[in-house]
């Protein structure tokens, strides 16, 4: 008898590909989008422009697709383009996949063992004048605002080769703070990057330190005075890969550790506390107050979406967001955890004119039926003056990651809007939704409705003004 076929999660349903470049002009319009709200929402997300090679592809290994809506006077356009790293130029001239999953040498084609194989597909940020496809392994890559068209790879790693997608900018300086792990030439190194990229984008500072062990660093802390690297049990092996095993895996016996820096001091400083182990793909925010570190974060029990050491499946587990304290009076090196919220999430933003600061509103993307999986239902606003929660749960509708947007340059911390995309299930396809941010529970002010999807992706910023 012959065995079942098994599908992959992420060629099926909302993960699978699109692989038009559409434009899309004056998008139809429900409801009502601001004609005060000005400017570019941008989506990444990973798409491969072929079947991949990898019968065990990953979610995050596709090739990078930006998703563009340009707002103004109430209209919505679209258009959307791949990221064209050298990976996705040599596998389109081929016609075909090469790469295995995150450049794995085991599954690529002979051809292209030990070239670039950089996706682009992660987040996507604009800084110093520039649009920035960002992933975890290899250098920004830099596009056209408006057009999309690709520019190529802007060097602020240096010989650390690694920036982070999810640099953090600085909203008194300016500045774009990064760091990369894995970093120099070797694959799943200990070795991890600091950097500092001015306003004008010039690197101010680059450093390398070891960490306690090669872990996927995701996400870090910055506030106004510290940087937190957070080394978790999610961790890498080159050996593990090549012996046929997972590249990342779940070791939680490796135990958690964050390190601690002052952003002006060197890093023969970082002080290492430890906690349970865990795992955060994503912080809500980060700030101090006297001698205490705070971090809200999105706090899963174990790594999701990756296997165990021996290639058995992780448990499936859902994000919470918990408040994590680091007293730098306190001699233990140990950080609390607080739980502040119950409901299942992920994709924690703020408004980001409060990144590093004390701050009172927070927003996520919620699964109100508490579900680990990466499908989400609500809308999200948490404010943590009052604990109040509201959310807003869509009879018909799987929401993203939701960016604020101020109403104006010195508006109120949270008066503004949210922006987000929604698969629609019913019609298999999806809409631009705009809410007020005050008021989440009431549902989408407005929406721009897309003839087709925007496949499940992963982060996008706002742009003011077009």
Not at 173 to 198: H, I, L, Q
Not at 295 to 309: G, I, S
Not at 315 to 322: D, S
Not at 363 to 379: C, H, M, T, W
């Amino acid at each position: 008898m012959n065995a079942p076929v098994r599908l992959n999660p992420y060629l099926t349903g909302n993960f699978a590909p699109v692989r038009s470049e559409d434009d899309f002009a004056d998008l139809p319009i429900k409801g009502e989008i601001p004609k005060s709200l000005s400017g570019s929402y941008y989506r990444n997300g990973p798409n491969p422009q072929f079947e991949p090679r990898d019968p065990n592809h990953h979610w995050f290994a596709g090739d990078g697709m930006i998703h563009a809506f340009h707002v103004g006077n109430g209209k919505v356009s679209y258009l959307n383009r791949y990221v064209h790293t050298n990976k996705y130029v040599l596998e389109h001239e081929a016609g075909r996949s090469l790469f295995g999953t995150f450049g794995n040498p085991m599954t690529s084609d002979p051809s292209v063992v030990g070239k670039d194989a950089g996706v682009g597909n992660t987040n996507i940020v604009w800084h110093a004048g520039k649009l920035l496809a960002l992933e975890e392994g290899h250098n920004p890559f830099e596009l056209d605002p408006v057009t999309l068209k690709s520019r190529g790879y802007v060097d602020y790693a240096g010989r650390a080769l690694r920036f982070t997608a999810h640099p953090k900018m600085d909203p008194d300086t300016g500045e774009m703070v990064f760091f990369g792990y894995s970093a120099g030439p070797g694959f799943f190194s200990d070795d991890v990057a600091y950097g500092v990229v001015d306003k004008a984008g010039t690197v101010t500072r680059l450093d390398m330190f070891k960490a306690p062990y090669s872990s996927m660093i995701h996400d870090f802390f910055v506030t106004r005075n510290h940087v937190m690297f957070p080394i978790l049990p999610l961790s890498g092996s080159l050996q593990r890969a090549m012996s046929g095993k997972p590249a990342f895996a779940w070791e939680p016996e490796k135990g958690s550790h964050i390190g601690v820096m002052r952003r002006d001091a060197g890093i023969d400083t970082i002080r290492w506390f430890t906690t349970d182990p865990c795992y955060v793909f994503h912080p809500m925010n980060m700030w101090e107050e006297g001698t205490k570190i705070y971090a809200d974060v999105m706090q899963y029990e174990n790594a999701p979406l990756f296997p165990n050491v021996d290639g058995s499946p992780g448990k499936p587990a859902a994000a919470r967001l918990v408040r994590w304290t680091i007293d730098l009076a306190d001699n233990s090196n140990t950080i609390r955890q607080t739980p502040l919220d119950d409901l299942a999430g992920e994709f924690p933003r703020l408004d980001e004119r409060y990144a590093g600061l004390a701050y009172r509103h927070g927003y996520f993307a919620a699964n109100s039926r508490g579900e680990p999986k990466v499908l989400f239902d609500s809308i999200a606003h948490i404010d943590h003056k009052t604990g109040k929660r509201s959310v807003h749960t869509f009879s018909d509708g799987q929401p993203g990651e939701p960016v604020f947007v101020p109403r104006s340059a010195g508006a109120a911390e949270g008066d503004g809007w949210l922006v987000t995309t929604v698969y629609r299930p019913s019609t298999d396809r999806s809409d631009f939704a705009v809410f007020e941010a005050g008021d989440v529970a009431a549902g989408p002010i407005g929406t721009a409705e897309l003839p087709r999807r925007v496949p499940f992706g992963f982060h996008g910023n706002w742009r003011q003004g077009l």
